[in-house]
């Protein structure tokens, strides 16, 4: 061997050693089955990670190509956005310790999340012993519309298809020779995101049933879900296109949140402790479109304070606490880079404390306004936990939280005792709005009464159009799809009509849909709008209930297992999913644990292909 320079001894000791991560790669992935074995596989990932960002995609990538876990397409941009992040994640926290048991949750659903760190957020003040008294005198409620998740997709072409391989259709896309099976229609299809058309039939329509709407909240999710070909350019673009089309559509002020599809790659909102990374671009891109509608100071804290800000409502006692929820949402994967996470990543509860001091110091009545609801589980336990601290430190001063993400019309519960979740213990509660999108289900918007002395909701309706109507396509009809006091009221015994659909109504509800299988099942329904619902049978029922009675995440009755984060978030039915890098790794475990000929063979055209790539990566 003597003779032989060191630069190629270097080199033929990296091949050898990259022949192996090879077959260490192919194997782990093979047996990633539980959280021990999601650790193992984090070994030759870390060593992979080391061979750079570039190595580290291509070879996840040729994974999802090679298995035909989605189009290539799909796959290249999948990973290549979040690749990126991933090996950051991976170089940097110690495979073994608690960041990697989030990880493996995160991305892979292998871990069970770790017990909540123990965290005690601090008050600038004990809560009073005389809290103030809210009193309605019974006036006339106001009008507020509630709208989220409207993914509006500016790329949607009428007449491309409607079916598709893709997880988004209805867009031309590239190489797309034959006819289309099912030419989209001007307005909509349950396969596509939001068209610019169906987005003003919806401002249409509540300017129609609630002519005089005092404003609006908007709970985030502006960007279509073509998250495998979004970029910072078109996401700006998108995102100020929707700022206008609101301001130009509704005629009263709108008080938006920060959803996780304002960000390019989707869900990455680093902390502003990470070096390599920053989100400012989706903050100052919304506070100066938001700035219609806010006053400066809201402006100036939505661009210092990651998209979160505060203001009083003009003409009321009512402060809207708009805040960033990202910070504290699992597939947001720059939350993994340090073995020493920050309690509060970006001050996001600090300052949510202070907006609730002020508030509580000057009699008012707080709205908390956020995308994310951060009891499910796709949040944070950890976070989760802290919050509720807030929550029941501010009981009284928080009239009620208002939510999206979900897709679905939901809501959820905080209680006082946990152990003890019961209608007088019930202290908080959240609406969780159901989407615009008709990926989810029928398209729907919510106008809430509002008592103008408590800031209480004395009745929710929901409007939706059917995409199934034969009209749709000329003309969208929006109508009251149900009352939720006429739905639910039934349910609740002596409920009076000055009574608001407060934390206590709640919880009596969730007891009659123990009781009565018809009215969960109407829930259940009305949760996609009456499209796309998921049958849920007696298990799928208790955990349900369960989960409205959790705003805190580790109450929640969802465990991670291997597969869940298959189906995780959003309805199984939505195919969005697909096109996330946690989604395509844990196909590929999957894929490569069975053993039939045809995995066999793409095997080894899948090794054959890393070893190619890793020959490279020196
Ligand atoms: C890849 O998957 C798609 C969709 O599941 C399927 O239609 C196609 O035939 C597959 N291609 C190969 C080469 O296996
Ligand atoms: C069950 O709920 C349905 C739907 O809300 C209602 O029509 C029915 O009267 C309820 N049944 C009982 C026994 O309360």
């Known amino acids: 061997m003597r003779g032989l320079a060191l630069t190629s001894w270097l080199l033929l000791l990296a091949s050898v050693v990259n022949a192996g991560l090879v077959d260490d790669i192919i194997d782990a992935l093979k047996n990633a089955a539980t959280c021990g074995s999601c650790h193992t596989l984090l070994v030759p990932l870390k060593g992979l990670a080391y061979l750079g960002d570039g190595a580290f995609t291509k070879a996840i990538t040729a994974v999802c190509t090679t298995l035909n876990l989605s189009d290539d397409d799909v796959c290249e941009g999948a990973i290549g956005q979040h690749g990126p992040t991933l090996a950051y994640d991976i170089r940097e926290i110690s495979i073994w310790g608690k960041m990697g048991d989030k990880l493996c949750d995160a991305v892979f659903g292998l871990c069970q999340p770790p017990a909540v760190i123990p965290y005690k957020v601090p008050f600038p003040k004990a809560a009073p012993t005389n809290p103030k008294v809210f009193k309605s005198t019974g006036k006339a409620p106001f009008q507020v519309a509630h709208f989220s998740d409207v993914h509006v997709d500016r790329r949607y072409t009428p007449g491309a298809d409607a079916i598709c391989s893709k997880p988004l259709c209805c867009r031309n896309y590239p190489g797309q020779t034959s006819p289309p099976a099912q030419p989209a229609g001007p307005n909509g299809d349950y396969n596509c995101d939001t068209p610019p058309s169906l987005a003003d039939s919806m401002f249409e329509a509540i300017r129609r049933v609630a002519p005089g709407n005092k404003f609006s909240i908007f709970t985030g999710d502006v960007i279509d879900a073509a998250i495998w070909e979004i970029s910072k350019s078109t996401v700006t ?77 003009p003409g009321t006692n009512l402060r809207i606490v708009s805040i960033n929820t990202v910070y ?31 508030a509580e110091d000057a009699g008012q009545r707080v709205w908390l306004v956020a995308h994310m609801p951060p009891g499910r589980q796709d949040a944070l336990n950890d976070q989760s936990n802290y919050f509720d601290q807030v929550i029941q430190r501010y009981k009284n001063t928080i009239a009620a939280q208002f939510y999206g993400h979900d897709h679905r019309d939901q809501f959820a519960l ?153 189906k995780r978030g959003e309805p199984e039915s939505d195919r969005v999913r697909d096109a996330d890098l946690g989604i395509l790794l844990s196909k590929a475990t999957v894929v490569l644990s069975q053993k039939n000929p045809e995995t066999e063979a793409q095997l080894a055209d899948l090794k054959k292909k890393l070893h190619e790539i890793l020959g490279d990566a020196e």
Request: a negative charge; hydrophobic letters at 35%.
């Open 237 to 313: 673009e998108d995102l100020e296109a929707f700022n206008n089309q609101m301001a130009s559509r509704l005629n009263s002020p709108v008080y938006p949140a920060i959803g996780n599809h304002e960000a390019a790659p989707v869900n990455a909102f680093p902390r502003d402790t990470t070096a390599v990374a920053n989100a400012q671009w989706i903050f100052d891109t919304q506070s100066a479109g938001w700035a219609r509608w806010l006053n400066t100071a809201g402006v100036k804290q939505a661009a210092e304070t990651s998209g979160s800000y505060s203001l009083v409502v």
């Open 328 to 358: 504290w949402y699992k597939q947001n994967y720059w939350l993994y880079d340090t073995d020493d996470a920050p309690a509060d990543p970006n001050g996001i509860l600090a300052f949510t404390v202070k907006q609730l001091q002020e």
């Open 414 to 566: 905080a209680y006082s005792d946990y152990n003890k979740r019961t209608a007088e213990n019930a202290v908080s509660m959240g609406w969780i709005a159901p989407a615009v999108t008709p990926r989810s289900g029928n398209p729907a918007f919510k106008i809430y009464d509002v008592d103008p002395d408590t800031y209480e909701i004395m009745d929710a309706r929901v409007y939706t159009t059917d995409l199934k109507e034969p009209g749709f396509q000329t003309t969208p009809n929006w109508k009251l799809y149900y009352s939720a006091r006429a739905a639910y009221g039934p349910l609740v015994s002596g409920l009076k009509a000055s009574d608001p659909l407060g934390p206590a109504f709640w919880h009596k509800v969730t007891e009659g849909f123990e009781r009565n299988s018809t009215a969960f099942d109407m829930w259940n329904t009305f949760q996609s709008r009456g499209a796309k619902v998921q049958a849920c049978d007696a298990e799928c029922k208790k955990t349900t209930i369960c989960n409205l009675r959790a705003l805190r995440a580790e109450n929640n009755c969802d465990d991670s297992k291997p597969g869940l984060q298959l």
